[in-house]
């Protein structure tokens, strides 16, 4: 399949762990070079707003769909089809496909299921730019980005006591939210995720192009059981332990070289390519 179109969807949380994001693209986006040139799409998949998805593809100089906030919700460039894709609502030059509750209404059903149990709670509403920046040990850029939540909100339970943060969890998924519990904080949303809005891509790109061979790279996206709209999964090892991610170059070398595969030989090796294939 020499002349197929490959399309990459990257779990990009899998494979940032604590890097600033800043850095990390920076070092990626050079790499990332000749997916333009091939005209292969990266999707970016992440637990991440829409806000800083949007700068991270700024950063690496792209601008194609992404799956925002763990299945929030997915974003297609107003312009990109050239099709006419039911479901969407028009918003800030996007067709938004939203399966997400919105922000205030998941606010509203987290503070008032927390104090209806007597359990003190602070959220991403209730802190300032600052106090998220100082907290999350990032930029202040950063933070205001992960502050603009549209479809869930992070929180912790100021009671360090376990059990009180599992009975809101426990309480919070009665509530018919999903409360996705994390190190520093827990997030809440509809019981949506991410494999939702890449298989809704997939079959866009395949009704646009029937030609096009989907590869999903990195942590959730390369798991067995999820999506199953995928034609290839990738994993790549986490070779840089200190930050809990993979090295930048290596992570964009893995795409880079599944678009040469696909390129150059009949059907996709990807057991060539760097990091840890299935």
Not at 3 to 21: E, K, M, P, Y
Not at 138 to 157: I, M, S
Not at 177 to 182: A, D, E, N, Q, S
Not at 209 to 214: I, L, S
Request: aromatic share 6%.
């Amino acid at each position: 399949m020499p002349n197929s179109r490959l399309v990459v969807f990257a779990d990009i949380d899998g494979v940032l762990g604590d890097q600033h994001v800043g850095t990390f693209f920076a070092d990626a986006a050079a790499t990332l070079r000749p997916l333009r040139r091939d005209d292969a799409p990266l999707v970016l998949c992440s637990d991440r707003t829409r806000a800083e998805i949007e700068a991270i593809q700024q950063r690496i100089g792209i601008r194609h769909p992404f799956v925002c906030e763990g299945g929030g919700a997915v974003f297609i460039p107003g312009d990109y089809f050239g099709f006419h894709v039911s479901g969407v609502r028009d918003l800030a030059g996007y067709h938004a496909v939203e399966f997400g509750r919105p922000y205030a209404e998941v606010v509203e059903i987290l503070h008032r299921t927390a104090d209806r149990m007597g359990i003190d709670i602070s959220g991403f509403s209730d802190m300032s730019v600052e106090e998220v920046a100082q907290d999350c040990h990032v930029p202040l850029l950063e933070a205001r980005l992960a502050k603009l939540l549209e479809y869930g909100e992070r929180f912790r339970v100021l009671d360090s006591n376990e059990s009180t943060r599992s009975r809101l969890v426990r309480a919070l998924n009665a509530t018919r939210l999903r409360c996705v519990t994390g190190r520093r904080y827990d997030y809440v949303g509809a019981p949506v995720d991410t494999s939702t809005g890449v298989t809704l891509l997939c079959r866009l790109y395949q009704y646009a192009d029937e030609g096009v061979v989907t590869v999903g790279i990195g942590g959730r996206i390369a798991d067995d059981t999820l999506p199953p709209a995928l034609d290839r999964r990738v994993t790549v090892s986490h070779d840089d332990p200190a930050t809990g991610g993979v090295n930048a170059v290596s992570w964009a070398e893995t795409i880079v070289g599944i678009a040469e595969d696909l390129r150059h030989h009949e059907s996709p090796v990807l057991g060539t390519m760097r990091g840890h294939h299935r």
